[in-house]
């Protein structure tokens, strides 16, 4: 087994292979902009490109946005986000999510520049993994996102964490030992978007095939 000292060293090899040349400059896409948070919450146990159909909907609709999205019919909110699934759960997520935005924080632009990890953990619907991708993205935090795709690649080099805070705090320790702050937010999110990207490129089975990190190296 290819040994792995640190997230740094994974961060530097995943950038070798420069998986992101065709992505948005932050991956996500609409980073720092409200469709962001409607997407963390769209994409759970989802693929992406049915979240994209779902945003469409939205978009065409008019009411992809913060105000339009707290007073909108469940009903009407359930087929337009039909295509990500868990229509029933997600809208009135959603919905609510929206609405306590607005009472706690008026407008998107004073939640992003305020909101806190807690305070979106209190939210119905909202996991580590949603709120970090919505302090990340949308809010454009310093704030690693781990999931899925994250465990199985650490997986394949051995490593096993217990929660969702050792992967995280493992995956964030590495970088912040050789990254400015004012570059962080940037790393953790490239960081983010190229193991998602890899992992997709580079599995067999269940099993993530690690030998292309290293090739060249």
């Known amino acids: 087994m290819i040994e792995l000292c640190d997230s740094w060293e994974l961060f530097t090899a995943l950038e070798r292979l420069d998986l992101l040349q065709n992505s948005q400059p932050l991956w996500w896409p609409q980073h ?5 948070v409607v997407g ?15 945003l469409a909907n939205l978009t065409q609709a008019g009411v992809l946005t913060l105000e339009a999205l707290s007073t909108i019919d469940s009903e009407i909110l359930m087929e337009l986000i039909r295509p990500s699934g868990l229509i029933k759960a997600k809208s009135a997520n959603i919905i609510k999510l929206c609405q306590a935005i607005l009472e706690d924080f008026g407008s998107f632009e004073v939640f992003a520049d305020e909101v806190t990890r807690e305070w979106l953990l209190s939210q119905k619907g909202i996991g580590p993994e949603t709120a ?29 964490f217990e929660n969702y805070s050792d992967l995280q705090e493992w995956c964030e320790r590495g970088l912040r030992e050789h990254c400015d702050e004012a ?3 940037r790393t953790f999110a490239h960081f983010h978007g190229m193991i998602v990207e890899y992992v997709k490129h580079n599995t067999n089975g269940k099993s993530v095939i690690i030998a292309p990190l290293f090739q060249g190296a």
């Not at 970090?132 to 690649?153: F, Q």
């Open 32 to 36: 720092g902009t409200f469709e962001v």
């Open 183 to 185: 570059i962080l937010q």
């Open 132 to 160: 970090d991708s919505i302090l990340c993205y949308a809010c454009e935090r310093p704030v690693m996102v781990v999931d899925s795709y994250t465990a199985r690649l650490l997986r394949a080099f051995g490593y096993e």
């Open 40 to 54: 963390a919450i769209l994409t759970q146990n989802t693929q992406w490109t049915r979240v994209t159909v779902s």
